[in-house]
């Protein structure tokens, strides 16, 4: 699944608001179960492991220069909701990269 976010910011800057409010992410799942873990493999790309109810799915968010692009690992026995989860990325996404 690949969600993109368009923003008018600088790389740099959507680095700093994504290092700087990853820890928020977990505050996305419903329920307040989910474990989410983030590192940097390279400059422009944060992945993601969220952890929750026994199951795991595996992302990425990367930056490029006019958005930023949530793509998420899936699984086909969760495909029926994707559109739900399409939306909750595109809202809490946008949110991530909004001043504090």
């Given at each position: ?68 692009v949530?793509?998420?690992?899936l ?11 399409a ?14």
């Amino acid at each position: 699944m690949r969600i993109p976010i368009p923003h008018s910011l600088s790389r740099e800057e959507v680095r700093h608001r994504l290092t700087s409010r990853s820890h928020e992410i977990r505050n996305f799942i419903p329920g307040g179960m989910a474990d989410v873990s983030t590192h940097w493999p390279d400059e422009d790309t944060m992945a993601l492991a969220v952890r929750a109810m026994g199951q795991g799915i595996d992302g990425r968010v990367r930056i490029e220069d006019a958005q930023v692009v949530f793509e998420i690992d899936l699984p086909p026995a969760l495909g029926f909701v994707e559109p739900m989860i399409a939306g909750a990325i595109r809202k809490q996404g946008s949110a991530l990269l909004e001043s504090k």
